[in-house]
């Protein structure tokens, strides 16, 4: 992950180069690179450089009137991530909220593309003990991945990982112990018999709480 992370930023950093020197300097291609360019920091851990190419990016989508556009709540969705881990619950909240009514108004409360942002929400609110509410944003994020993947596939049983959490914080073993066993019953058929390891945790209340 980390080779392909320096790999990804050294391509994303020579078209950086490129376009500043073919385009404007608040040209909106120059948002989306700086955004994924940001991204790739994060991965890397390198967050007091990820910030300002960030908020760079948005400024420039501003600018040119594109705050409504799903490149905006891309970069706002990421951001939330670099805000959350950072320890500003808040703001990451405030950008999550953010990116998810653009994203509703302009592809429909339906849209795939939405389980992202919901499922970060979802973790900032378990993270706050705000159980009730996040449960509510997990089902979401998981029935629109469904929806639109299908049952088995591996970023929707990622997803299930989290209200199973919420149930287990609960003390309500049984449901999260079900829904653990249907995530690992999808690892397995995916990824092979590997996944079977994991079956003995569940046997262990606070087993796999995010």
Do not use: C
């Amino acid at each position: 992950m980390l080779d392909q992370a320096k790999r990804a930023e050294a391509t994303l950093r020579r078209t950086l180069e490129m376009q500043r020197k073919t385009l404007e300097p608040d040209h909106p291609q120059l948002a989306r690179t700086l955004s994924d360019l940001g991204y790739v920091y994060y991965i890397l851990g390198r967050y007091m450089e990820a910030e300002p190419l960030y908020r760079r990016a948005l400024a420039i989508l501003e600018k040119a009137g594109k705050t409504h556009e799903s490149d905006a709540a891309i970069t706002l969705n990421k951001l939330g991530e670099l805000y959350r881990v950072e320890g500003r619950p808040g703001e990451a909240e405030r950008l999550w909220k953010r990116a998810i009514e653009i994203w509703e108004a302009i592809l429909g409360p339906e849209h795939p593309i939405l389980a992202a942002a919901l499922n970060n929400l979802g973790m900032l609110y378990s993270d706050q003990r705000r159980l009730e509410e996040a449960e509510v944003l997990f089902r979401r994020a998981l029935a629109l991945e469904q929806k639109a993947f299908g049952v088995e596939r591996p970023d929707g049983a990622r997803i299930m990982n989290n209200p199973a959490g919420v149930y287990q914080r609960r003390g309500q073993y049984a449901e999260a112990e079900e829904m653990y066993r249907r995530v690992l019953a999808i690892q397995e058929k995916k990824l092979g018999g590997g996944a079977r390891r994991g079956r003995q945790d569940l046997k262990q209340p606070g087993a796999g709480v995010l």
